[in-house]
């Protein structure tokens, strides 16, 4: 079959869909981008990686998800340290309320007070565990929402996570949040 067409194309990609029907969606995943990339050479580029459809001009979207399993980070000391507060009263003077709001309290905690450099999402997860705050169900995606929503954090390195200025600003100055009666 020459590959050329859009038509063509589709057929191809059809064919293929067929034959992995009864492979995992892990497996199936995989097997279809290396029969993609063999039937259809260097155009695999512009088919999305998933069944989610792509708009035209739309950045892809990294998937962080599937480079890291989160794991508690056994060497990560978040106890009171010196001078450092440790982490549970820290969350607790700062009371965060929402997911965001927590993901930047434990950014900034790992980053300005304990001085970590490294920061990976397993880092934050076991801040979660630490504190015993409920992990969020999507728990990537909370962390590119405190991203690219709010501007608390900065997840362009997900193994280098760091706080930003104006997330800074926002775990200093309006955390915690005045009661309004």
Same mark, same amino acid.
């Given at each position: 079959?020459?590959?050329?067409?859009?038509?063509?194309?589709?057929?191809?990609?059809?064919?293929?869909? $067929?034959?992995?029907?009864?492979?995992? *969606?892990? !497996?199936?995943?995989?097997?279809?981008?290396?029969?993609?990339?063999?039937? %259809?050479?260097?155009?695999?580029?512009?088919?999305? +990686?998933?069944?989610?459809? !792509?708009?035209?001009?739309? *950045?892809?979207?990294?998937? @962080?998800?599937? #480079?890291?399993? %989160?794991?508690?980070?056994?060497?990560?000391?978040?106890?009171?340290?010196?001078?450092?507060?440790?982490?549970?009263?820290?969350?607790?003077?700062?009371?965060? $309320?929402?997911?965001?709001?927590?993901?930047?309290?434990?950014?900034?905690?790992?980053? #300005?007070?304990?001085?970590?450099?490294? @920061?990976?999402?397993?880092?934050?997860?076991?801040?979660?565990? $630490?504190?015993?705050?409920?992990? *969020?169900?999507?728990?990537?995606?909370?962390? %590119?929402?405190?991203? +690219?929503?709010?501007?608390? @954090?900065?997840?362009?390195?997900?193994?280098?996570?760091? @706080?930003?200025? !104006?997330?800074?600003?926002? !775990?200093?100055?309006?955390?915690?949040?005045? +009661?309004?009666?």
């Amino acid at each position: 079959m020459k590959v050329g067409t859009i038509e063509t194309e589709a057929e191809i990609l059809k064919k293929i869909d $067929e034959q992995l029907k009864g492979l995992s *969606p892990d !497996v199936r995943a995989e097997a279809f981008q290396i029969l993609v990339q063999r039937h %259809l050479g260097g155009l695999t580029s512009s088919f999305p +990686r998933t069944a989610a459809s !792509v708009k035209p001009g739309q *950045p892809k979207r990294r998937n @962080i998800k599937s #480079r890291t399993q %989160l794991s508690v980070v056994k060497d990560l000391n978040l106890k009171k340290e010196g001078t450092s507060p440790s982490l549970r009263d820290f969350h607790a003077e700062k009371s965060p $309320e929402t997911f965001s709001e927590q993901n930047a309290v434990f950014v900034y905690y790992l980053n #300005r007070v304990k001085e970590t450099d490294t @920061i990976s999402p397993s880092h934050i997860f076991t801040c979660y565990k $630490e504190v015993g705050a409920r992990v *969020p169900g999507a728990f990537y995606q909370s962390l %590119l929402d405190t991203s +690219r929503i709010k501007g608390w @954090i900065d997840t362009a390195n997900t193994e280098q996570i760091r @706080i930003t200025t !104006v997330g800074e600003n926002f !775990v200093e100055h309006d955390l915690p949040k005045s +009661r309004k009666e």
